[in-house]
């Protein structure tokens, strides 16, 4: 079984920079697509990034060109770059990954395409 830990969350200004990461353990994702979504106080999850198995990425256009995802398969691990951070991208973020059914080149955008779920780390950003 697959277990997801994000770290790398805090307080920040707006305008600075912060990396996530999101450390499986229990079996290698480096074929697993991997996610990184979002939930605001009051407001549904949304999608942040994706990768897909073969390293193709997506965004959503909210963080386009400010927000990079990543993976580290010898860590294990998959990252988020945020920089130019905005007050409106406070939330907490959380790593998904998808473990079956997984198409090489396809970057998954929906919550409920994903199947293992971290719990979680608090971004927020001060204005």
């Known amino acids: 079984q697959v277990q997801l830990v994000e770290s790398g969350g805090g307080l920040v200004q707006a305008g600075g920079s912060l990396r996530l990461s999101c450390a499986a353990s229990g079996r290698t994702v480096s074929r697993y697509a991997m996610g990184w979504f979002r939930q605001a106080p009051g407001k549904e999850r949304e999608f942040v990034a994706g990768?897909?198995?073969?390293?193709?990425?997506g965004y959503a256009d909210s963080v386009k060109g400010r927000f990079t995802i990543a993976r580290d398969n010898a860590k294990n691990t998959v990252y988020l770059q945020m920089n130019s951070l905005k007050p409106d991208d406070t939330a907490v973020y959380y790593c998904?990954?998808?473990?079956?059914?997984?198409?090489?080149?396809?970057?998954?955008?929906?919550?409920?395409?994903?199947?293992?779920w971290g719990q979680g780390t608090q971004v927020t950003v001060s204005s």
């Open positions: 990768i897909s198995w073969s390293d193709r990425t």
């Open positions: 998904a990954a998808r473990s079956s059914g997984v198409r090489i080149s396809y970057v998954y955008l929906e919550d409920d395409e994903y199947d293992i």
